[in-house]
């Protein structure tokens, strides 16, 4: 492992992650090794603009004192609804159920979808680092289990759902890790960055 990705593992380590979904946290965890996290209530945007969304909360848990934090926000997408619900999925989910986002896709002939993570790693008020990573499927009549919309969304390349998979085959399809790797990549260029000003 070169020096510059064992500072950055290092820095990790002093990061607040903020959830209270423990299966969120141990995905994280999996990607980013042992960090500290911490359950907030913070503000949820009404916010097609995933970033915005990712942008309040970060601000938000700075204001309450925790720095370095990571904020998480995750969008289901439909194709024949320009994008929504997006970022509101959970409020979509809350009024109709995962049935009634299958039933909206049907309704259009088009339930081709996709699922996107974005990670905001805020180092200070006008420093944050994103990671995103992003899933193509469909939405499909809820089977299985999981959380959120899992039970409703079948990767490209699966005939199961996310909530019919076992941990190691979703991880296989997660938007979630993806977003992480391409944090650790985005927050390792910038390390370098600093590294070749102080130079």
């Known amino acids: 492992m070169s020096q510059r990705w064992q500072k950055v593992d290092a820095f990790l380590q002093d990061v607040f992650f903020v959830t209270g979904n423990r299966f969120k946290l141990a995905e994280v965890e999996a990607v980013l090794g042992k960090m ?6 913070l503000p949820e945007v009404q916010e097609l603009d995933s970033r915005k969304v990712v942008i309040a909360k970060a601000q938000a848990a700075l204001q309450q004192g925790y720095s370095p934090v990571l ?3 995750t969008s289901l997408s439909l194709t024949a609804l320009n994008g929504l619900p997006g970022p509101l999925i959970k409020w979509f989910l809350k009024a109709l159920g995962g049935e009634g986002v299958y039933q909206m896709g049907l309704s259009r002939n088009d339930c081709q979808a996709e ?6 790693l ?6 944050l680092i994103y990671g995103e990573g992003v899933v ?8 299985g289990r999981g959380f959120g919309w899992d039970a409703i969304f079948q990767p490209e390349g699966s005939d199961m759902t996310m909530g019919e998979m076992t941990p190691e085959q ?8 993806r977003a992480l ?15 070749r000003d102080d130079d």
Do not use: C, N, Y
């Open 181 to 195: 790797q391409d944090l650790r990549v985005q927050l390792e260029r910038f390390h370098a960055s600093i590294a």
């Open 122 to 127: 805020a180092l200070g008020p006008q420093t």
């Open 71 to 73: 904020i998480e926000d």
């Open 136 to 143: 193509p499927g469909k939405v499909v009549p809820p089977r």
């Open 170 to 177: 979703k991880s296989s399809f997660s938007m979630r890790v």
């Open 115 to 120: 699922v996107r993570t974005i990670f905001g």
């Open 36 to 41: 500290r996290h911490v359950d907030l209530d």
